[in-house]
């Protein structure tokens, strides 16, 4: 669905423009320009690889990061938001999602995500508080309506109430179990309502703290458990959104059990429920695993099942989710250069699970932020795409396991050698290396490099 054109901040139901810096949709200034209120690198209707750009990244802006106090454990917020006027109020919470849908209209992103614990008045109980949700959903779906912005996914918040200090679908209280399974139904039932893409699991805490304390097993089976009944409940209501599970290794954790792509593959194939999920990753839960992000999509992708991308980056050495925006364009490359090998993200997105720093605390910081993200993942993009169409570093990977279309490399894929065979043609393998086994790994990283470098030449 394309975005609306020609829409004002008084058609999203607002007094006064948030941003008053801007009053038409950003735009594509040039490759580089000096505009930062204009994009320099994203080009939404110039086609490359087949698609156009915003065909390749279908971007989601994230409604938690948006209304970000900017707080951290030193100090209380700095953000400054004229719109939110910090009372609990179902009237603030339907201006917050005003604001937000206007910023995303403004920077031409269709998708948005949230959690149920967005942006809602929570009450003092789950009934209140799904009751609020149900208050305020007539707003997003016509804030959806009038903009062409669509839901990229759902999901429950079942980690910051004090019930889930020990987990939530892997609880060690039976009750608290239910409690996030009733959240996880109703989030279910108001994705199908809002047409949401997808629908992401994340476990904020589900892991244990302390394992002498922890029936391992117990909760891996109670999680399973969880899951099947959320795949059941979605057929029988109805909700065709695709499921995604998001790794990452720790914190608040000690351990975590989706702690990376490999470990949360490894639980839906045990469990039966590899048909049903695939991934949603984020580059600060790669780093915070001390892996790269393009060794958790190529896993995701080599299995097929990479769902959806957060993307952000966090801070090196930190050991803490900082989620800072991406502005990192080897990372942004390390993100497309799997995503265009599986063909793009299916019904994914590309959210900016992301927050502006502490000291960006402006309103036209948060169109600034925004911008640097699908900037640098469009770089990112047209590096993927000049690796891809020149073909050359495809060619020196094949290159390097070419003994495996030999004779011998078929057999042993076959099977068809006996143990004696296999050990005797081992026998015949010569210690001394020669020139020409070298696989040149610093000529393939060079590859990539000067293709960042033609992505954007003038």
Same mark, same amino acid.
């Given at each position: 669905?394309?975005?609306?054109?020609?829409?004002?901040? +008084?058609?999203? *139901?607002?007094?006064?423009?948030?941003?008053?810096?801007?009053?038409?949709?950003?735009?594509?200034?040039?490759?580089? =320009?000096?505009?930062?209120?204009?994009?320099?690198?994203? =080009?939404?209707t110039e086609v490359l690889h087949g698609k156009t750009m915003e065909e390749h990244l279908p971007?989601?802006?994230?409604?938690?990061?948006?209304?970000?106090?900017? #707080?951290?454990?030193?100090?209380?917020?700095?953000?400054?938001?004229?719109?939110?006027?910090?009372?609990?109020?179902?009237?603030?919470?339907?201006? +917050?999602?005003?604001?937000?849908?206007?910023?995303? $209209?403004?920077?031409?992103?269709?998708?948005?995500?949230?959690?149920?614990?967005?942006?809602?008045?929570?009450?003092? =109980?789950?009934?209140?508080?799904?009751? =609020?949700?149900?208050?305020?959903?007539?707003?997003?779906?016509?804030?959806?309506?009038?903009?062409?912005?669509?839901?990229?996914?759902?999901?429950?918040?079942?980690?910051?109430?004090?019930?889930?200090?020990?987990?939530?679908?892997?609880?060690?209280?039976?009750?608290? $179990?239910?409690? #996030?399974?009733?959240?996880?139904?109703?989030?279910?039932?108001?994705?199908?309502?809002?047409?949401?893409?997808?629908?992401?699991?994340?476990?904020?805490?589900?892991?244990?703290?302390?394992?002498? #304390?922890?029936?391992?097993?117990?909760?891996?089976?109670?999680?399973?458990?969880?899951?099947?009944?959320?795949?059941?409940?979605?057929?029988?209501?109805?909700?065709?959104?695709?499921?995604?599970?998001?790794?990452?290794?720790?914190e608040p954790s000690t351990f975590q059990y989706d702690q990376t792509s490999l470990v949360v593959?490894?639980?839906?194939?045990?469990?039966?429920?590899?048909?049903?999920?695939?991934?949603?990753?984020?580059?600060?839960?790669?780093?915070?695993?001390?892996?790269?992000?393009?060794?958790?999509?190529?896993?995701?992708?080599?299995?097929?099942?990479?769902?959806?991308?957060?993307?952000?980056?966090?801070? $090196?050495?930190?050991?803490?989710?900082?989620?800072?925006?991406?502005?990192?364009?080897?990372?942004?490359?390390?993100?497309?250069?799997?995503?265009?090998?599986?063909?793009?993200?299916?019904?994914?997105?590309?959210?900016?699970?992301?927050?502006?720093?502490?000291?960006?605390?402006?309103?036209?910081?948060?169109?600034?932020?925004?911008?640097? *993200?699908?900037?640098?993942?469009?770089?990112?993009?047209?590096?993927?795409?000049?690796?891809?169409?020149?073909?050359?570093?495809?060619?020196?990977?094949?290159?390097?396991?070419?003994?495996?279309?030999?004779?011998?490399?078929?057999?042993?894929?076959?099977?068809?050698?006996?143990?004696?065979?296999?050990?005797?043609?081992?026998?015949?393998m010569p210690w001394k290396l020669t020139p020409e086994q070298s696989s040149h790994h610093e000529?393939?990283?060079?590859?990539?490099?000067? #293709?960042?470098?033609?992505?954007?030449?003038?």
């Amino acid at each position: 669905m394309p975005l609306k054109k020609g829409l004002t901040y +008084k058609d999203f *139901g607002l007094t006064e423009n948030p941003f008053p810096e801007v009053s038409q949709p950003i735009a594509f200034g040039g490759i580089g =320009n000096k505009n930062p209120l204009s994009f320099g690198c994203y =080009n939404a209707t110039e086609v490359l690889h087949g698609k156009t750009m915003e065909e390749h990244l279908p971007f989601a802006g994230a409604k938690w990061h948006f209304d970000n106090p900017l #707080a951290d454990i030193f100090g209380p917020g700095t953000s400054l938001a004229p719109w939110d006027d910090g009372t609990d109020s179902m009237e603030n919470a339907e201006r +917050k999602y005003r604001v937000f849908f206007y910023a995303l $209209y403004l920077l031409g992103i269709r998708h948005w995500c949230w959690h149920d614990w967005d942006g809602v008045p929570h009450g003092a =109980n789950l009934k209140e508080f799904h009751d =609020n949700i149900d208050r305020i959903l007539p707003t997003m779906e016509k804030l959806q309506q009038l903009s062409g912005i669509q839901c990229g996914w759902t999901t429950q918040n079942l980690f910051s109430l004090q019930i889930y200090r020990e987990g939530a679908a892997t609880a060690n209280q039976a009750s608290v $179990y239910a409690h #996030a399974w009733a959240q996880t139904k109703k989030m279910l039932e108001v994705g199908k309502r809002l047409g949401a893409k997808n629908h992401v699991f994340w476990g904020g805490r589900e892991g244990y703290n302390h394992l002498l #304390a922890t029936m391992l097993a117990l909760e891996g089976k109670h999680l399973a458990t969880f899951l099947h009944m959320a795949v059941d409940y979605a057929k029988k209501i109805g909700f065709t959104g695709q499921f995604l599970i998001e790794p990452k290794p720790c914190e608040p954790s000690t351990f975590q059990y989706d702690q990376t792509s490999l470990v949360v593959i490894g639980f839906l194939f045990r469990n039966g429920l590899d048909k049903s999920f695939k991934l949603n990753i984020e580059t600060n839960h790669a780093q915070l695993a001390n892996i790269t992000m393009l060794h958790e999509l190529t896993v995701a992708q080599q299995f097929g099942l990479l769902g959806g991308i957060d993307v952000n980056e966090g801070t $090196y050495g930190n050991g803490w989710d900082t989620d800072r925006f991406l502005g990192d364009p080897v990372i942004a490359f390390e993100i497309m250069h799997p995503v265009l090998k599986a063909g793009g993200l299916g019904s994914g997105v590309f959210n900016f699970d992301a927050k502006r720093y502490r000291a960006s605390f402006a309103p036209i910081d948060l169109l600034h932020a925004h911008i640097l *993200g699908m900037d640098s993942i469009a770089w990112g993009l047209r590096t993927a795409v000049v690796v891809a169409e020149d073909g050359d570093l495809d060619k020196a990977v094949q290159a390097r396991y070419e003994s495996w279309k030999s004779s011998l490399g078929q057999k042993i894929e076959a099977g068809s050698l006996s143990f004696e065979d296999l050990a005797a043609e081992g026998y015949k393998m010569p210690w001394k290396l020669t020139p020409e086994q070298s696989s040149h790994h610093e000529a393939l990283r060079s590859i990539v490099l000067r #293709a960042m470098m033609r992505a954007v030449r003038g």
